[in-house]
């Protein structure tokens, strides 16, 4: 079975723009998303833009902030401060990677938790960690919600996380861990485990975060697991229109028909990351 992430997606933005027409009607302003984007990579522009959609899809108010590479480290912590003093904002993203002279983890502190709907600010991740109310972030919430609605059940079972990001891995591995997200048995796989594969091959549902292209190959993988593919790297492809194409970490042809259920590259786990940004952004809305 595809995993269609696209399709979820959509449906779950018809029904944030369902309860955004009741607000309204009940009185009440658009939700606000801003978004801070630094200089021109490719995949950061595309993200953006992506998000800046999503929001008038849901019937959010958006705002684009964007500035070259050479801004200050000052002038960008500058930017958040104005952005989180702004009432009329209820949530906003810096998109990351930023240039090297600007320190992240600095500009991510200054974020106020509140508006953080990322939820990369330390608060939000400590407070996901423990379990407590908070902004979990988008796109391990998003992969959560696809198995939901997909009905797969994680309760027990053994999950294994490839890979051991900030944004994905950790957070991936920390939701699987709790009783009131995945309640799930979990190994965290990285550049340094022994018996990689091994390891895959037992895992019942397997999430791979690593960003190497067609990482995870057919014999890494049990028969029948769930395999959630979270690579998104471009790799040239002289028969695309924009000369290259979206791979994922998994390869795909050779998987698919081990798996009892899976994701694709595109339209998997990308569009629900997108989307349960719109949520998160939604609830910032609500909590104000
Ligand atoms: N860069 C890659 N993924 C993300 C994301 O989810 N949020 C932000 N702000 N930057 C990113």
């Known amino acids: 079975m595809i995993i269609d992430g696209k399709a979820t997606a959509k449906a779950i933005k018809a029904e944030i723009k369902t309860e955004v027409d009741k607000m309204l009607a009940a009185g009440h302003r658009r939700p606000h998303l801003a978004a801070v984007l630094v200089g021109h990579d490719g995949g950061s522009e595309t993200y953006v833009k992506n998000k800046v959609l999503a929001c008038e899809e849901c019937g959010f108010e958006s705002t684009l902030l964007r500035y070259e590479d050479d801004i200050t480290e000052e002038a960008l912590l500058k930017v958040v401060a104005d952005l989180n003093a702004n009432a009329d904002v209820d949530g906003f993203i810096v998109q990351l990677p930023l240039p090297r002279h600007i ?4 500009v991510v ?11 990369f600010h330390p608060q939000n991740v400590g407070r996901m960690a423990i379990g407590l109310p908070c902004f979990v972030s988008a796109t391990p919430l998003g992969i959560l919600t696809l198995l939901q609605r997909y009905n797969v059940e994680t309760r027990g079972k053994k999950v294994a996380v490839l890979g051991r990001s ?12 709790q009783k009131q997200y995945g309640d799930a048995t979990v190994t965290v796989l990285h550049s340094h485990s022994r018996n990689l594969a091994e390891e895959c091959r037992q895992a019942d549902i397997l999430i791979a975060a690593i960003g190497q292209p067609a990482f995870v190959k057919e014999e890494m993988v049990k028969e029948g697991a769930v395999v959630i593919d979270v690579g998104t790297t471009r790799v040239p492809d002289a028969t695309r229109p924009k000369g290259y194409r979206l791979q994922g970490d998994v390869d795909f042809d050779a998987v698919a028909p081990k798996c009892a259920a899976i994701t694709p ?6 569009p629900m990351t997108i989307c349960m940004l ?11």
């Open 278 to 288: 719109m949520q998160n952004t939604l609830l910032a809305a609500k909590r104000r």
């Open 265 to 270: 590259v595109p339209g998997g786990v990308g």
């Open 103 to 106: 320190d992240e983890q600095k």
């Open 109 to 119: 502190e200054a974020i106020d938790p509140r508006k953080d709907v990322d939820g």
């Open 166 to 177: 900030n944004i994905v891995g950790k957070p991936m591995a920390q939701l699987m861990l």
